[in-house]
């Protein structure tokens, strides 16, 4: 049987998967089924509906999915107000370390695949060697930056003030105020909960390392780990991309907004 429905193709599992292709202009139709079931069958608890498109967008983890789908809803205005899915493309959980295999299993399986990662853990020679020979381009931050680090390295004071309001809102004031409390040296909660632009007047630290150091405590404490949260951080993470435009953060969205829409 064939379907439309992401339901069913999540309650198939892999041993039901069969992926048609068809060649043009000759119509000859090929069948392909999982090689390696594991991360498909991944794909299919999570994210199914990307089966259903013809380019797909492996993200590492659900800070990176998150993100780009709530990213995502700004691309249009600049491509004829088409959105991503109009054009067969699509985003999908990568369900992190797993996120290298499932790009590969996709790629053998006749999809158009590319791969969004932070760089925090470089890939390995096979991993790098597998994904050139199936034509997979890797869109990451480069100098070994967490998708955290990306972010704030690249805000102004104003988004990191939003950042914080952000994470406070999500994780609760007392928790953020004191992890961030714990990490800066002689910081007190009168510090931290001051607005950020006026923090390099009672630490020593200067603007740049104050922001290496919420990174940090941002990643340790997984503030941002998740998609739901994730995609509500999309509309500061894009002003901070648009106000600072050469930056990684910008140059990895507008690859992978290029690539999607492709």
Not at 37 to 57: G, K, N, V
Not at 106 to 114: F, P, Q, R
Not at 229 to 236: D, F, S, T, V, Y
Request: glycine residues 8%; aromatic residues 6%.
């Amino acid at each position: 049987m064939t379907t439309h429905s992401d339901v069913a193709l999540g309650e198939a599992g892999t041993e039901g998967l069969f992926v048609a292709q068809t060649s043009r202009p000759a119509r000859h139709t090929s069948l392909h089924t999982p090689s390696v079931p594991d991360p498909i069958h991944m794909l299919l608890r999570y994210t199914p509906r990307a089966l259903f498109a013809r380019r797909i967008l492996v993200c590492e983890g659900m800070t990176e999915v998150g993100l780009l789908l709530g990213i995502r809803e700004n691309w249009p205005a600049s491509h004829e107000g088409r959105p991503i899915e109009q054009l067969g493309a699509a985003i999908a959980d990568g369900n992190g370390g797993q996120a290298v295999s499932m790009a590969v299993e996709l790629s053998k399986l006749g999809y158009t695949i590319a791969l969004y990662r932070d760089s925090d853990v470089p890939l390995t020679p096979p991993q790098i060697a597998e994904l050139a020979e199936h034509h997979i381009p890797v869109f990451e931050y480069g100098h070994g930056l967490l998708t955290e680090q990306a972010i704030f390295g690249a805000a102004t004071d104003t988004h990191v003030q939003e950042l914080l309001v952000y994470a406070r809102g999500e994780r609760g004031d007392d928790s953020v105020n004191a992890c961030l409390m714990n990490k800066l040296t002689g910081v007190t909660l009168a510090d931290v909960v001051m607005e950020f632009g006026a923090w390099p007047l009672v630490h020593d630290g200067f603007g740049s390392q104050l922001r290496t150091a919420i990174a940090a405590v941002a990643a340790d404490k997984k503030w941002f780990k998740d998609q739901r949260i994730g995609r509500g951080l999309a509309p500061i993470v894009w002003k901070i991309a648009q106000a600072s435009p050469t930056c990684p953060l910008a140059l990895t969205l507008a690859s992978a907004e290029a690539w999607l829409y492709a």
